[in-house]
Protein backbone atom coordinates (compact mmCIF):
# COMPACT_ATOMS: atom_id res chain seq x y z
CA UNK A 1 0.00 0.00 0.00
CA UNK A 2 1.30 3.31 -0.51
CA UNK A 3 2.52 5.57 2.07
CA UNK A 4 -0.46 6.78 4.46
CA UNK A 5 1.49 9.97 5.96
CA UNK A 6 1.50 13.30 3.99
CA UNK A 7 5.27 14.13 2.73
CA UNK A 8 6.26 16.26 0.15
CA UNK A 9 5.05 14.88 -3.19
CA UNK A 10 1.97 15.89 -2.01
CA UNK A 11 2.59 19.41 -1.48
CA UNK A 12 1.04 21.88 -3.28
CA UNK A 13 2.77 25.03 -1.35
CA UNK A 14 -0.30 26.98 -0.58
CA UNK A 15 -0.36 26.26 2.94
CA UNK A 16 -4.38 26.31 4.16
CA UNK A 17 -4.69 23.49 1.37
CA UNK A 18 -1.35 21.55 2.71
CA UNK A 19 -2.88 21.78 6.40
CA UNK A 20 -6.41 20.35 5.06
CA UNK A 21 -4.51 17.44 3.29
CA UNK A 22 -2.12 16.54 6.62
CA UNK A 23 -5.56 16.61 8.36
CA UNK A 24 -7.21 13.93 6.23
CA UNK A 25 -3.87 11.80 6.04
CA UNK A 26 -4.41 11.97 9.64
CA UNK A 27 -7.91 10.79 9.74
CA UNK A 28 -7.13 7.77 7.33
CA UNK A 29 -3.99 6.73 8.97
CA UNK A 30 -6.18 6.86 12.57
CA UNK A 31 -8.65 4.72 10.86
CA UNK A 32 -6.17 2.12 9.44
CA UNK A 33 -4.56 1.96 13.14
CA UNK A 34 -7.83 1.80 14.56
CA UNK A 35 -8.90 -1.19 12.31
CA UNK A 36 -5.94 -3.11 12.64
CA UNK A 37 -6.29 -3.31 16.77
CA UNK A 38 -10.32 -4.72 16.15
CA UNK A 39 -11.60 -1.63 17.49
CA UNK A 40 -15.69 -2.47 18.31
CA UNK A 41 -17.82 -1.22 14.66
CA UNK A 42 -19.07 1.73 16.92
CA UNK A 43 -15.84 3.36 17.01
CA UNK A 44 -14.74 2.35 13.90
CA UNK A 45 -18.18 4.32 12.19
CA UNK A 46 -17.32 7.31 14.47
CA UNK A 47 -13.71 7.67 13.11
CA UNK A 48 -14.45 7.45 9.34
CA UNK A 49 -17.89 9.60 10.13
CA UNK A 50 -15.46 12.26 11.42
CA UNK A 51 -12.95 11.15 8.09
CA UNK A 52 -15.90 12.20 5.49
CA UNK A 53 -16.31 15.36 7.12
CA UNK A 54 -13.05 16.10 7.14
CA UNK A 55 -12.73 15.13 3.38
CA UNK A 56 -16.43 17.64 2.54
CA UNK A 57 -15.01 20.12 4.68
CA UNK A 58 -11.79 20.33 2.52
CA UNK A 59 -13.37 19.50 -1.24
CA UNK A 60 -15.80 22.90 -0.30
CA UNK A 61 -12.81 24.72 0.27
CA UNK A 62 -10.84 24.32 -2.61
CA UNK A 63 -14.37 24.52 -4.12
CA UNK A 64 -14.35 27.85 -2.72
CA UNK A 65 -10.68 28.66 -3.80
CA UNK A 66 -11.63 28.06 -7.12
CA UNK A 67 -14.72 29.97 -7.63
CA UNK A 68 -13.22 32.64 -6.12
CA UNK A 69 -10.38 32.65 -8.09
CA UNK A 70 -12.09 32.29 -11.27
CA UNK A 71 -9.78 29.25 -11.88
CA UNK A 72 -10.98 27.84 -15.38
CA UNK A 73 -10.37 23.96 -14.25
CA UNK A 74 -13.01 24.72 -11.45
CA UNK A 75 -15.63 22.69 -13.47
CA UNK A 76 -13.52 18.86 -14.19
CA UNK A 77 -11.60 19.62 -10.45
CA UNK A 78 -15.19 19.67 -8.86
CA UNK A 79 -16.06 16.73 -11.11
CA UNK A 80 -13.48 14.89 -9.20
CA UNK A 81 -14.32 15.97 -5.90
CA UNK A 82 -17.98 14.43 -6.91
CA UNK A 83 -16.66 11.43 -7.72
CA UNK A 84 -14.39 10.74 -4.94
CA UNK A 85 -17.86 12.40 -2.79
CA UNK A 86 -20.51 9.53 -4.36
CA UNK A 87 -17.61 6.68 -3.34
CA UNK A 88 -17.04 8.04 0.14
CA UNK A 89 -20.86 8.37 1.01
CA UNK A 90 -21.22 4.31 -0.17
CA UNK A 91 -18.62 3.41 1.70
CA UNK A 92 -20.13 5.53 4.85
CA UNK A 93 -23.32 4.13 4.36
CA UNK A 94 -22.48 0.59 4.41
CA UNK A 95 -19.78 1.27 7.72
CA UNK A 96 -22.78 2.53 9.58
CA UNK A 97 -24.91 -0.92 9.33
CA UNK A 98 -21.90 -2.81 10.78
CA UNK A 99 -19.66 -3.57 8.08
CA UNK A 100 -16.29 -3.54 9.07
CA UNK A 101 -14.87 -4.62 5.51
CA UNK A 102 -16.39 -1.15 4.16
CA UNK A 103 -13.84 0.70 6.56
CA UNK A 104 -10.70 -1.44 5.31
CA UNK A 105 -11.89 -0.56 1.51
CA UNK A 106 -12.40 2.97 2.33
CA UNK A 107 -8.88 3.38 3.84
CA UNK A 108 -7.21 1.53 0.53
CA UNK A 109 -9.61 4.08 -1.90
CA UNK A 110 -8.35 7.13 -0.36
CA UNK A 111 -5.33 6.20 -0.47
CA UNK A 112 -5.37 5.84 -3.53
CA UNK A 113 -7.58 8.55 -4.59
CA UNK A 114 -5.35 11.10 -2.33
CA UNK A 115 -2.32 10.03 -3.98
CA UNK A 116 -3.57 10.43 -7.50
CA UNK A 117 -5.68 14.09 -6.91
CA UNK A 118 -3.19 15.48 -4.62
CA UNK A 119 -0.09 15.17 -6.87
CA UNK A 120 -2.45 16.33 -10.10
CA UNK A 121 -5.33 17.96 -9.86
CA UNK A 122 -4.62 19.80 -6.79
CA UNK A 123 -1.05 20.63 -7.28
CA UNK A 124 -2.39 22.67 -10.71
CA UNK A 125 -4.68 24.08 -8.27
CA UNK A 126 -1.92 25.42 -6.42
CA UNK A 127 0.62 26.50 -9.05
CA UNK A 128 -2.42 28.42 -10.83
CA UNK A 129 -3.03 30.45 -7.02
CA UNK A 130 0.00 30.54 -6.27
CA UNK A 131 0.84 32.44 -10.00
CA UNK A 132 -1.74 34.46 -9.44
CA UNK A 133 -0.87 36.19 -6.21
CA UNK A 134 2.55 36.01 -7.45
CA UNK A 135 1.76 38.31 -10.41
CA UNK A 136 -0.44 40.61 -7.98
CA UNK A 137 -3.76 39.87 -9.96
CA UNK A 138 -5.20 38.41 -6.85
CA UNK A 139 -5.16 39.61 -2.82
CA UNK A 140 -6.18 37.41 -0.39
CA UNK A 141 -7.84 40.01 1.95
CA UNK A 142 -8.74 37.67 4.69
CA UNK A 143 -8.40 33.67 5.68
CA UNK A 144 -9.73 31.06 3.61
CA UNK A 145 -10.72 28.34 5.76
CA UNK A 146 -14.06 29.31 7.15
CA UNK A 147 -17.07 29.14 5.01
CA UNK A 148 -18.03 31.98 2.90
CA UNK A 149 -14.30 33.97 4.06
CA UNK A 150 -12.95 33.43 0.46
CA UNK A 151 -12.99 37.20 -0.40
CA UNK A 152 -10.54 37.66 -3.56
CA UNK A 153 -9.58 40.90 -4.65
CA UNK A 154 -7.79 41.90 -8.05
CA UNK A 155 -5.04 44.43 -8.01
CA UNK A 156 -7.04 47.33 -8.13
CA UNK A 157 -9.19 45.90 -5.13
CA UNK A 158 -12.51 45.50 -6.70
CA UNK A 159 -13.87 41.80 -5.48
CA UNK A 160 -13.85 38.83 -7.87
CA UNK A 161 -17.15 37.83 -9.11
CA UNK A 162 -17.45 34.15 -8.52
CA UNK A 163 -17.62 31.36 -10.97
CA UNK A 164 -21.35 29.48 -10.77
CA UNK A 165 -20.70 25.38 -9.84
CA UNK A 166 -21.62 23.23 -12.03
CA UNK A 167 -24.12 22.14 -9.59
CA UNK A 168 -25.85 25.42 -9.70
CA UNK A 169 -26.59 24.98 -13.41
FE1 LIG B 1 -9.01 18.82 -4.96
FE1 LIG C 1 -7.31 18.60 -2.00
Known amino acids: MRALKWNMSHAVFVAEIDDDHKEIFDGVAQL ?33 LMQAAQYSLFSWHELSHDAARKRVSGFIQRISTGDVEAAAALV ?16 MLGA ?34 RLPSRRAL
Do not use: Q
Not at 44 to 53: I, K, Q, Y
Not at 137 to 159: M, N, P, Q
Open 32 to 64: RKALSSGVAAHKVNDLTVRLAGRIEDHFAHEER
Open 128 to 161: FLRNKRRVGKLVITVGTKEFDSCAWRDSRGERLD
Open 108 to 123: KYMVAWLHDHTRLADK
